[in-house]
């Protein structure tokens, strides 16, 4: 069969999105790697370009997409033009959002909603297709209808390690990966060592993707990837790199990236409890290519940490950036943005973020996403169901204050965060120019410029207008379907 995976776009209404980070699509290159036999294209969509043509040129029988919530429409876009070109041709989705929200895909121009993780299903569903079988034998399947979706069992597949995973097929992106980068590397690779979180933050919902679990690859196969991989930057994609209690498979990956003599540099998301914890890791790992490193503090209070269920405290916030910069390691610290913030609270959390001095700031906005806990708890307050809106910049939410001055006010916290307006942004500026390689100073540039101008654009009432396109709005909540203790 001709498989055809389509990347989805950003919605254009999305700040920071494609202009911070724009990855290879790992998701995509797993599966390709499960059907070496069939005939397999990628048709990456953040890249521009007319997908008319591409279907066109390609013709292809299965045209496969996925969906955070963030890009709903756009997934369902690529799958109605794909149908409206040939009615013959299989249309498939699956990923994050068609996970936990499966009825917002109940559409007459989608055959197959995939629920979980499709990698070892993937397989059996074009085998069967090819060979005319049903499909209602595959677990984790959802067939659209006017009655409602109709559900394979079990519902949900789930993962019990990733060994089991076969190496990403890279050449599925082999025409887009000079163009891949994360932040100023570029270009950069993108590869996971583990997956799922043992930690329960209300804002995330990772942790239910794996039931709770954290699965982990073995170090003999991060080093078969890693010996694959030609780009130098590395982007490890792993919810937390090293939960505490989990430090032992970290420092023999340590060992055996310098026994193997590989020569990379890695950025890759941490909690600061862990790099207090194994501050020696840190060290060890610094020093065979850690370089920079994504913390999410989240609050400025001890109070809000405890409501969001960080279990961490300023003292450790503040004990882990530290022990970054021992080690020459450059530091991002994400920060949540609540909608009931007051002007007051807009300047202190500048005031405490900025006291680290890291090399990078990201203030989002608090946003409920589907199946997690503060989706549940905030069911009655959310007032935009504009799923193009839910970027982390765009509240969902009433707002404490008028909304305009809140905008207002969250604009100013990036403004000030980066630009010679003070002395804080001024410093961090400097420091990203100076570490950035000549050959990624233009990109910088391009970057800062886009996302400054589109806050001064973008952060108006008016750009929040609501969708009509909502398949629950008239319940509010998650469908049963998909509802499981967790």
Known sequence: MRILFVKPDLPKCVIG????????????????????????????????????????????????????????????????????FNPKILTMVGGYHPTVVPEDFNLNYIDIVVMGQAYFIFKKIIDYVEAGKSLEEIPALAFPSEGGLKYTKPKITYLDGLDELPLPDRNLTREYRKKYYVEYWQPAAMMRTSFGCLDRCTFCAIWKLTRGKFLTRSVDRIIEELDSINEKYLYLIDDNTIPIGQHERIENLIDA?????????????????????????????????????FIGMEAHTDEKLNDYNKRTTHEINRKAVDI???????????FLVDHNYTKDDFNRLFDYANQFNTDGIAYLILTPHPNADIWYRYQDQIKIFNYDLYDHFHTVFDTRMPKDEFYREYSKLWMKSYTPLTVAGLKRISKIFYHAPWAQVFLIGRVLTNIFGRFAENFKTKSLDIEDEFCYLENNRMPEAVVEEN
């Open 17 to 84: 999105g494609s202009e911070y980070s724009l990855s290879e699509p790992l998701e995509f290159e797993y599966l390709a790697a499960t059907v070496p036999h069939h005939d397999v294209k990628l048709y990456d969509m953040r890249f521009g370009g007319d997908l008319q043509s591409k279907l066109s040129e390609y013709n292809p029988d299965a045209v496969c997409t996925t969906a955070m919530t963030i890009n709903v429409y756009e997934a369902r876009r690529i799958l109605k033009k794909a149908k409206q």
């Open 324 to 334: 970054m910069h021992q080690n020459g390691i450059r530091v991002t610290a994400s």
């Open 257 to 293: 990236i310098k026994a193997n003599g590989i020569n990379k540099e890695y950025y890759t998301a941490m909690r600061t409890d862990s790099i207090v914890t194994y501050p020696h890791i840190i060290e060890k790992w610094a020093k065979v290519g850690l370089k920079r490193i």
